[in-house]
């Protein structure tokens, strides 16, 4: 079946130790999102790769990076992590023309120590 | 940022009752889109809607668009278990210039008792 996948399921990382966390996707969707949940919360966009094409939302901490070296992979740079970075990093995709179906990996839950 | 006003905020029912819930804007919105959220994993993509009125069924899930394109309405009829999770209400704001940006309701944290 056609997938996200995101790795690892738990992340453990200390404070200030930088930690990246992956996905890939079978869906072959050209774009692919980022986003940050914390508890009880809705997700938030962190960013977005349209194509090879990087988008930033304006609230996105410098802290957060994000690499794409191919259609399937990407990954998400947390140089320099704070307590307050601990939350579910959710990855997503979409087709291009349908930018707002967006399919949601199973989600990495960072832990910051 | 804005946010929709998704309610109840939280639902008890039994088994085989039907559910209703709801979302709201002070905004007008081109897309709406219902998701459902397991605890633990990723948001579950269950029915998009595009046109204002639209009414489209996913199983015993069915999504309006409302006509006022303010607000849009997920049922779930004849619950089971396996319903329990959160569900959030998520759209595009007409006039919105961000690419694939969503605007996420609060979530409606849903159980079901056998």
Not at chain 1, 32 to 51: C, G, I, N, R, V
Not at chain 1, 62 to 75: A, I, K
Not at chain 2, 42 to 61: D, F, M, Q, W
Request: glycine share 8%; proline share 6%; charged share 15%.
């Amino acid at each position: 079946d056609a997938m996200v996948i995101q790795n690892p399921r738990y992340q453990v990382t200390q404070f200030g130790k930088p930690v990246t966390l992956s996905c890939s996707q079978t869906l072959n969707h050209n774009v692919m999102y980022w986003y940050q949940q914390k508890s009880s919360q809705a997700p938030k966009l962190l960013f977005h790769y349209y194509d090879k094409d990087f988008n930033n939302e304006a609230d996105t901490p410098d802290n957060f990076q994000s690499r794409r070296p191919n259609t399937s992979f990407c990954f998400l740079d947390i140089r320099s992590p704070g307590l307050g970075d601990a939350a579910m990093y959710l990855c997503a995709t979409s087709r291009r023309d349908r930018p707002y179906e967006q399919y949601f990996g199973p989600g990495t839950r960072l832990t910051v120590t | 940022g804005q946010q929709l006003n998704q309610s109840p905020q939280s639902m008890f029912i039994q088994e085989g009752e039907d559910v209703s819930m709801n979302c709201t804007s002070s905004s007008i919105f081109n897309t709406w889109l219902w998701y459902k959220q397991d605890p633990g994993e990723g948001p579950v993509l269950l029915i998009a809607l595009y046109k204002a009125g639209e009414l489209t069924s996913n199983g015993r899930l069915t999504a309006q668009f409302g006509i006022t394109r303010k607000d849009s309405f997920l049922n779930i009829s004849a619950s089971i278990p396996s319903d329990v999770g959160i569900y959030f209400c998520a759209g595009r704001r007409a006039g919105g210039t961000s690419y694939g940006k969503l605007t996420f309701g609060q979530g409606t944290i849903l159980t079901v008792h056998p």
